[in-house]
Nanobody
Framework: QVQLVESGGGLVQAGGSLRLSCAAS????????MGWFRQAPGKDREFVAA????????YDGDSVKGRFTISRDNAKNTVYLQMNSLTPEDTGVYYC????????????????????WGQGTQVTVSS
């Protein structure tokens, strides 16, 4: 059974930083691409970033480019999201997700590309 558990959310002032973590279990972590999404109240879930199996390839959503960095540690079965220069528009529940398919060569950027999801962690940025 696959489990994804996010942590690291919280309340931060605008301009601040947070680092989210997502610990995975249940499948061979290093075989699957991983992604981060977020959802603000009343809005659709939005793609934030994705990372390849090895960590050698990443892709960021337009709204976070240059501010957020996705990374992974396959030895720890964990994916991270370093968030800098936070703004109130970054407020929402952040979810990590694991790809459907092993050995994906194209990083998924839509919710439909991911099979397993964590429960989410709340990030609130105050102005």
């Amino acid at each position: 059974q696959v489990q994804l558990v996010e942590s690291g959310g919280g309340l931060v002032q605008a301009g601040g930083s947070l680092r989210l973590s997502c610990a995975a279990s249940g499948r061979t972590f290093s075989s699957y691409a991983m992604g981060w999404f977020r959802q603000a109240p009343g809005k659709d879930r939005e793609f934030v970033a994705a990372i390849s199996r090895s960590g050698g390839s990443t892709y960021d959503g337009d709204s976070v480019k240059g501010r957020f960095t996705i990374s992974r540690d396959n030895a720890k079965n964990t994916v991270y999201l370093q968030m800098n220069s936070l703004t109130p528009e970054d407020t929402g529940v952040y979810y990590c997700a694991q790809d459907y398919n092993r050995y994906t060569t194209v990083l998924p950027t839509t919710t439909g590309g991911y099979r397993y999801w964590g429960q989410g962690t709340q990030v609130t940025v105050s102005s």
